[in-house]
């Protein structure tokens, strides 16, 4: 089975600084991953996803996320944050089981982007 | 850009009442989901749904839970006899093939379901 570790519960961080979310996943076979996010009473919006090829990974909204099979990790990364930024940031992880691909997520990260 | 559309937004009931949320996903897609998040927490897969069959279920889809793709186009979540700890945001998914090709996963934007 698969799992999906967000460590951060929260990260505040200032308008224009630079902000990393941190994911790890654990997975007997290859993976897919993704990150979502969910903005305060909103369904969950994609990000970006990585499913193979180039490790980094460039999504909406100036997001970028590094596949790293080593460490297991897929760090979700943007240079400079905005105020609208401030949601809640799912990583997850996916494998194909032949009947669909059930998506396990992390337990979020709530981004406050502050002035 | 094709959407899966959830209704009701929202639906409030009393505890041991049915509710059938519904979803319409995308037309060419051929595997369809709920997923289930209690406030405050994170998004926990309940069910897969594919060629008119469940094909997974986590075990919070116990037998009060039941799913239906009844005309074609819409995918229904039933639970028989709610509880309060139902109280959740259900949200419906669908995918394409077997691969994330084009779209990959596409979510509704969830209907907020409150037993009280």
């Known amino acids: 089975a698969q799992s999906v570790t967000q460590l951060d519960s929260q990260v505040p961080v200032f308008e224009e600084a630079p902000v990393e979310l941190r994911c790890n996943y654990s997975?007997?076979?290859?993976?897919?991953l993704f990150w979502y996010v969910q903005y305060p009473n909103q369904g969950l919006q994609l990000l970006l996803k990585?499913?193979?090829?180039?490790?980094l990974v460039k999504g909406i909204n100036g997001f970028e996320a590094e596949f790293n099979k080593s460490q297991t990790s897929f760090h979700l990364r943007k240079p400079s944050v905005h105020i609208s930024d401030t949601a809640e940031y799912f990583c997850?992880?996916?494998?194909?089981?032949?009947?669909?691909?059930?998506?396990?997520f992390g337990t979020g990260t709530q981004l406050k982007v502050e002035l | 850009e094709p959407e899966v559309t959830q209704t009701p937004s929202h639906q409030v009931t009393q505890m041991g009442q049915e509710v059938i949320l519904r979803c319409v996903p995308i037309?060419?897609?051929?595997?369809f989901y709920w997923y289930r998040q209690i406030l405050g927490q994170k998004v926990e897969f309940l069910v897969s749904?594919?060629?008119?069959?469940?094909?997974?279920k986590s075990e919070i889809f116990d037998d009060q839970f039941s799913v239906e793709r009844p005309d074609g186009s819409n995918f229904t979540l039933k639970i028989r006899s709610t509880k309060l700890e139902d109280s959740a945001m259900y949200f419906c998914?669908?995918?394409?093939?077997?691969?994330?090709?084009?779209?990959?996963?596409?979510f509704g934007s969830g209907t907020r379901l409150t037993v009280v």
């Open positions: 998914a669908s995918s394409t093939g077997d691969r994330w090709i084009s779209y990959g996963y596409t």
């Open positions: 997975s007997s076979v290859s993976v897919y």
């Open positions: 997850a992880v996916s494998v194909f089981t032949g009947g669909g691909n059930k998506l396990t």
């Open positions: 749904f594919y060629n008119n069959e469940i094909s997974e």
């Open positions: 990585y499913l193979s090829g180039s490790t």
């Open positions: 037309s060419n897609h051929l595997y």
